[in-house]
Nanobody
Framework: QVQLVESGGGLVQAGGSLRLSCAAS????????MGWFRQATGKEREFVAG????????YYTDSMKGRFTISRDNGKKTVYLQMNSLKPEDTAIYYC????????????????WGQGTQVTVSS
């Protein structure tokens, strides 16, 4: 069992940056693929970024490439999402998730979810 707790969300102006963190419990964190998803009001939850257990493979949705960076520290059991050049359309609740089998872009592949952290980007 893994528990995930996101932090680092908040209100930022367009063009600004935020760094989200996701702290995990459980001894097997270092074996899990990790992902970030987001859900804007009235929209489906969408994939943002994914990272393999050893950090060797990274995946991003096209609209986030070059602006967002996913990373992890297995010693601290934490995964991060650095978000730069934020836009109003990035406003959403951001969720981290853990995948026991690997890393993918479908939310159906993920086994554990955090409660989410709100990111609001003002224009």
């Amino acid at each position: 069992q893994v528990q995930l707790v996101e932090s680092g969300g908040g209100l930022v102006q367009a063009g600004g940056s935020l760094r989200l963190s996701c702290a995990a419990s459980g001894r097997a964190f270092h074996t899990y693929g990790m992902g970030w998803f987001r859900q804007a009001t009235g929209k489906e939850r969408e994939f943002v970024a994914g990272l393999s257990w050893n950090g060797a493979s990274r995946y991003y949705t096209d609209s986030m490439k070059g602006r967002f960076t996913i990373s992890r520290d297995n010693g601290k059991k934490t995964v991060y999402l650095q978000m730069n050049s934020l836009k109003p359309e990035d406003t959403a609740i951001y969720y981290c998730a853990a995948d026991r089998q690997g890393v993918g872009s479908s939310r159906m592949e993920y086994d554990y979810w955090g409660q989410g952290t709100q990111v609001t980007v003002s224009s």
